[in-house]
């Protein structure tokens, strides 16, 4: 039996769609196990991912993007909200439900060392797909196992080797291989270097591009590195605790940023040049280009803050932000951002025409 191959969306329509998505986890107390309060991981996204384009979500740790991955990919059951694939809600599908879209959305997870199963061969891993879905390729399994090791970069010998003998980076070749196996149009990888040696980061990184390229994949890649992210995406989402702030095109996010956040974040990558480097020292918050440096902490999921979220930490507060939550709204097309107080430009007004 051969995997079909799945036919395009149409092109005026998202290929995943997600409504005012919500997940709590409840914190229990007592032998009774009462709910005393929830941990608001994921508290009301809207955004869609257009077929053939890379979603890049950054965002500090703790801030809800792995969280937000698993619920696209259905893994965790949403508190509220829609998803939508291919205009069919899947928000709250069984696992029965789910077993045929497992051909067109697949993860590919952070820790290469915890994804794979120390126990099962690298043939045994990457051909798991083909057994839950009672698939049989043309060929055989073992061929087209073999074949997608060396569509990832390693050799088709490591068929009956163990996770254990491979590196980091091969381990991670790995998970690729098996996410890659039923032909899937949406991959949602989960901080796919960050726990890579720096030196064989860039070597994923381009490999999933080519990928791409040549398999005409969807991608949502979660990273907290900026540099991979610019590398790699097409549209940026900027969350900060459990909530989009901004949304826009790659070129305007990274050199126009309208969200304070977003700006402290993009101030904080390194930079190699030594003499543009000295130029960003000794910066406060509200000094221009310079290194942006946030006060205070990131708050607490459980208990966050009224208004707008990152008033307690943003140099342009005032008092509307603490008492109104700000829309995610359009200021320019397709840039979308949450803020009472912009980074507009002068020749940009707060409320002008889209």
């Known amino acids: 039996m051969t995997i079909p191959e799945q036919p395009a969306p149409a092109a005026t329509e998202p290929l995943l769609k997600v409504e005012g998505l919500v997940k709590h986890f409840p914190i229990t107390k007592g032998l009774l196990r009462r709910q005393a309060g929830a941990v608001q991981a994921v508290d009301g996204l809207d955004f869609d991912v257009r077929a053939g384009e890379t979603l890049g979500v ?51 997870f952070q820790d290469p060392y915890s994804s794979l199963n120390p126990r099962h061969t690298v043939g045994t891993i990457v051909g798991a797909p083909f057994r839950l879905q009672g698939i049989t390729p043309d060929g055989g399994v073992k061929k087209e196992v073999q074949r997608l090791l060396e569509l990832v970069g390693l050799s088709p010998e490591h068929y009956n080797r163990y996770p254990h003998e491979f590196s980091g980076g091969q381990r991670q070749r790995i998970g690729i291989a098996r996410a890659l196996a039923l032909k899937p149009r949406l991959v949602v990888a989960d901080e796919p270097v960050s726990a890579l040696d720096v030196s064989i980061q860039a070597q994923v990184v381009n490999l999933l591009d080519d990928l791409q390229d040549e398999l ?15 590398h790699v995406s097409d549209r940026i989402a900027v969350m900060y605790l459990g909530k989009i702030v901004e949304l826009a095109d790659r070129t305007p996010l990274y050199e126009a940023p309208l969200h304070p956040y977003t700006k402290a974040l993009l101030s904080a990558v390194p930079v190699p040049d030594p003499k543009r480097r000295a130029g960003r020292e000794g910066t406060s918050a509200a000094g221009g280009g310079g290194r942006i440096l946030l006060t205070g902490d990131v708050p607490s999921p459980i208990s966050p803050p009224s208004g707008c979220r990152f008033h307690t930490r943003c140099w342009k507060a005032t008092e509307v932000c603490k008492q109104q939550e700000p ?28």
Do not use: N
């Open 58 to 108: 950054v965002g500090e740790s703790g801030c809800g993007k792995s969280t937000m991955g698993r619920l696209i990919t259905r893994l965790l059951e949403p508190t509220a909200g829609r998803i939508e694939f291919e205009g069919k809600d899947i928000t709250h599908l069984g696992v029965a439900g789910m077993r045929p879209l497992r051909r067109d959305v697949q993860m590919i």
């Open 327 to 354: 829309p995610l709204a359009a200021l320019r097309p397709g840039h979308q951002v949450a803020c009472h107080h912009p980074e507009l430009p002068e020749a940009v007004t707060e409320g002008a025409p889209v």
């Open 216 to 230: 005409g994949l969807t991608y949502v890649i979660i990273a907290h590195d900026l540099s991979v992210i610019r």
